[in-house]
């Protein structure tokens, strides 16, 4: 699609008056793959986030372990420490979700916040779910939440610098720090991690 094609409609002619502030959420940003490793389809054989559950925690960013429900890094982070809650189940809707799952999810989508707080003091979070693929998803068939810590300013040069960003803590070790420093008893990794 060439520039020519697009018709661009400023957002001030449906929102409401101008503020000058600059709109840092942006969800469409939050998907976990990029269209290079994308799953071929829907299915559970193609599903990262259910393969990931079998193999060890290191590997697969694993950082805490519920019944129902773990969390884990996003590989593609939109900031240090974005988290992911989800439940082991193949499952797309979140209302869909069993009582039970639901409020695993929720649980360990506290603890998360608590943990990042804990490890990263970050000033704010964008917490939620992108519901299919219309909707930014990056796997649409297995629904996840999003746990992202934020910082004044960490969103300033995005739309300078395009599709690259500046991560200054390499996955593995935030993930060892995160996984240690998640209570026991709020869905940690059997494995430990301390
Ligand atoms: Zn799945």
């Not at 409609?9 to 990029?34: C, K, N, S």
């Not at 930014?136 to 068939?141: H, K, L, S, V």
């Not at 810590?149 to 960003?165: E, H, S």
Request: contains cysteine.
């Amino acid at each position: 699609m060439s520039d020519e094609d697009a018709t661009t409609v400023p957002a001030g002619d449906f929102g409401p008056p101008e503020d000058g502030l600059q709109r840092l959420w942006t969800p469409h940003r939050m998907v976990y793959i990029g269209g290079q490793d994308k799953p071929a389809d829907g299915t559970v054989g193609q599903c990262p986030f259910c393969r990931i559950p079998a193999g060890d925690d290191e590997q697969g960013l694993v950082v805490a372990r519920g019944a129902e429900c773990y969390a884990l890094l996003n590989l593609y982070p939109y900031n240090s420490g974005h988290l992911m809650v989800l439940p082991y189940r193949h499952v797309s809707d979140y209302v869909d979700l069993t009582d039970s799952e639901t409020a695993e999810l929720a649980a360990m989508t506290q603890t998360a916040v608590r943990t990042l707080g804990a490890v990263y003091s970050p000033a704010g979070y964008n917490i939620g779910m992108n519901q299919g693929e219309v909707a930014g998803a990056g796997i649409a068939a297995h629904l996840h939440q999003h746990v992202v810590p934020r910082w004044l300013g960490d969103a300033n040069f995005l739309p300078v610098a395009g599709q690259t960003k500046a991560l200054p803590e390499l996955l593995a070790d935030t993930r060892a720090r995160l996984a240690a420093a998640w209570p026991s008893g709020a869905g940690s990794t059997s494995e430990g991690g301390r």
